[in-house]
C-alpha cells in the first residue's frame, strides 16, 4: 500500500498530531504516522481508515467509535485490538481526519 | 534529519513511550442522570487509549444490576436542576414521565441506553467491579448483576488495583 520510494513531506500537524488539512493525507503518510506510535497497518487497519475517511467525506464529521464499530465491518472489541492506544483518536489520526467530537 | 523515504515530521507528537494513563471511576448514585456522568468518561477515556476501571458502590449498585440497569429514574423531587417546584415533583407520575421524556432525547441524539453502555464499556476494555460491602448490605450476589462485571471488590482491593490512577468520583 505504501511507495517507500517517495518522499513526502509531513503535512503541518496540530498540537496532538492531527493533520490541519485533511486533504493532505495519502496512504503513505497514514503508514509514517502508524510507525510513529509503533504500529504497522494491517487490511483490517485499513478497512478502518477507509470507513473513517470516507465517512468524514461524507459527514463533514469524524465518526465516534461507536458508530466505526457500527458501520465499518470491525466491531468494537477488534478495535480496542487494533487500536490499543485508543481508537477513538488514533484512527482519525491515522486517517488524517480531525479528532473526533463524539464521547461514543 | 529529512529522510527520502518516509514523510518528514514537523511537528513533534506527544511522547508515545509514556506509561499508560489510568483513571479509576466510582459511581455511588443510582439515579439515570447520575448514572451516564461515569458510564460516558470512563467510554471517552477508553476511546483516548486510557486504562478505565469502574467501581459501582452503594447506590452506584443500581446500575450494574440486571433487574434495574434498564431503568434507572430520573429523581424530581429534592432536583432543584429540574427547575420545576418539589412539590409538583413529588406528585404521583412526575417521575416516570420525566424519566420517559429524558429517555427519548437521549434516543433522538442516538445515546446507548444503560445496559448497551455496559456492553460498550466491557468491549472497549474497561474493567467494571462492584463493591463487596455494599453487595452484601443490599443482599445482592454476583448472579443479580450484568454479566460484564469481572469482580466484587472491597474498598482495600479497590485501591491495589487503582494505584497510580487518576481516580473521579461520581
Known sequence: ?104 | MQSTATPVLHAAPRADAEPTRKVAIICSKGTLDMAYPGLILGNAARMSGIDVMMFFTFWGLEIIQKKRAAALRVPTVGNPSMHIPTMLGGLPGMEAMATKMMARGMKKLDIPDVPEMLQILADAGAKLYACGMAMDMFKLTKDDLVPQIEGVLTAIDFFDKAEGAQIIFI
Open chain 1, 1 to 104: 500500500m505504501v511507495s517507500e520510494a517517495v518522499a513526502t513531506p509531513m503535512p503541518t500537524r496540530d498540537v496532538d498530531g492531527f493533520l490541519c488539512d485533511s486533504a493532505q493525507w495519502t496512504p503513505a503518510l497514514a503508514e509514517a504516522l502508524a510507525r510513529e506510535v509503533g504500529m504497522t497497518l494491517t487490511p483490517e487497519h485499513w478497512q478502518v481508515l477507509t470507513f473513517c475517511r470516507e465517512d468524514f467525506a461524507r459527514q463533514g464529521v469524524s465518526p465516534g467509535v461507536r458508530r466505526v464499530a457500527q458501520l465499518s465491518g470491525i466491531d468494537m472489541k477488534a478495535l480496542y485490538r487494533l487500536f490499543p492506544k485508543g481508537p477513538g483518536k488514533l484512527a482519525a489520526k491515522l486517517a488524517g481526519i480531525p479528532k473526533p467530537k463524539s464521547c461514543l
